[in-house]
């Protein structure tokens, strides 16, 4: 069994690369900064090693450098597993410390499996040249210093970017509070998650319960409405794999495409989209709808932008059930209200035509119609006769009159 030593700051990566080894049959140890990955090759050679490069204490640059310094280790394959956002000059200057390769995060486990063992198995059948030994002088350090300051300054615009939506996320679940109505709501959310925290293209699919459909309703960052466009191809079953909305809703789980082009499931509506976030909205396990976030890049979305969106679908899940729930309290106020006006009228009313239309009065207002009336049955004339009314045109009781009369 090959070990392998892998070696990041992030306990997140780690464990995700860990899981991966594990379950291939790779022997697996860790280490969260250069130093220590050192001391433990010293320790115990392994037969790979897998770096990041920005660490505290020691870098991977200077790891690798160190490894090819020592007489015992120089021979250990080394690979760079390094985030997004690389300059070509840091692949070049990682190579010549003697690195075997240079991989960019997020991978495919599948390529990255097929690059370890191609690794593995070059370093078995002839020893990698080791480039001569760089001496310690200024074109070293020179390349060195301007190779981890440019790795910084893209950290920090990583960081700053993630703050920045982060920072938009909390203001948009802040502001929720202020809303009132589900649908003002959404598209709120939908607009934050455009205009302020930076991504490109959000929709929302809302559940309907007795038909089992989601249906698009709100959308920001499209050029023009989706739903115009689009039509009915933007509606799907609960369960109904292409489009991945239905699976979403159904399955409840966050789904995230790297790659639209090559998921068969994509429905390709719009060529610019080249990957997807798709989270559901839910409350309870009670699901509400799914929003749907869009990129013109590959791999736009990481973990911690399926986190953060997650995060916010939560806030907005209880936004509206707790606007459904005042609505429904103020129902039955309503009603409460209108009952105890009814029973005044009546209790205090001697006239019936008067009382009825007090209690039709009422009725329409709650029941939001547009008139109603009452007829009374004539025993004598075994007819029915108009008695009162609300909402009715001048000439509507003498009509009704007339016809039972």
């Keep these: 069994m090959k070990k392998v030593l892998i070696v990041d700051d992030n306990p997140q990566n780690l464990y995700m690369l860990e899981i991966m080894l594990l379950s291939n049959n790779y022997e697996i140890r860790k280490a969260v900064n250069g130093k220590e990955a050192l001391e433990q090759a010293r320790a115990e050679r392994p037969d790979l090693v897998i770096t990041d490069i920005l660490m505290p204490v020691m870098d991977g640059f200077s790891l690798c450098r160190e490894l090819k310094k020592d007489t015992d280790l120089k021979n250990i394959p080394l690979i760079f597993y390094t985030a997004t956002y690389t300059d070509p000059r840091d692949e070049e200057f990682a190579m010549s410390l003697g690195a075997d390769r240079f ?47 440019r790795k910084l300054e893209e950290k920090m615009l990583q960081l700053e970017q993630v703050n920045k939506r982060q920072t938009a996320l909390y203001q948009a679940s802040c502001e929720m509070v202020r809303q009132h109505a589900p649908r003002e709501m959404i598209q709120m959310v939908l607009r934050t998650i455009v205009e302020t925290a930076g991504y490109q293209k959000a929709n929302y699919f809302e559940y309907d319960l007795m038909e089992n459909r989601l249906r698009l309703t709100s959308s920001s960052g499209f050029a023009q409405e989706p739903e115009i466009i689009y039509g009915g191809q933007l509606e799907f079953k609960l369960g109904e794999e292409l489009g991945l ?6 399955t409840l789980q966050v789904i995230n495409i790297p790659d639209t082009k090559s998921d068969p499931r994509w429905i390709v509506l719009d060529e610019s989209i080249n ?23 590959k791999d736009a979305f990481g973990l911690d932008d399926a986190q953060n969106i997650t995060a916010l679908t939560n806030s907005l899940a209880v936004a509206i059930e707790n606007n459904e729930k005042e609505s429904q309290l103020e129902k039955q106020l309503r009603k409460v209200s209108a009952l105890h006006t ?30 109603a009336d009452v007829v009374l049955f004539n025993p004598y004339s075994l007819t029915f006769d108009f008695a009162a009314g609300y909402g009715l045109r001048p000439t509507w009781s003498t009509r009704r009159k007339k016809e039972n009369g």
């Excluded at 909305?245 to 159904?250: D, K, N, S």
Aim: glycine residues 2%.
């Design 275 to 297: 990957s997807a976030l798709f989270v559901p909205v839910v409350y309870e396990k009670h699901l509400i709808g799914v929003m749907a976030l869009y990129s013109h890049e």
């Design 103 to 149: 991989l960019v995060k997020p991978m495919d486990p599948s390529e990255m499996l097929t690059a370890i063992r191609e690794v593995l198995q070059a370093s078995e059948r002839i020893l990698r040249p080791i480039p001569p030994e760089q001496p310690e002088n200024e074109t070293y350090y020179k390349s060195y210093s301007e190779t981890l300051v």
């Design 245 to 250: 909305v239905g699976t979403v809703a159904q």
């Design 342 to 371: 009814i029973d005044m009228t009546i209790n205090s009313n001697l006239d019936l035509r008067s009382a009825l239309k007090a209690i039709l009065k009422i009725s329409v207002e709650q029941l939001s119609a547009d008139a």
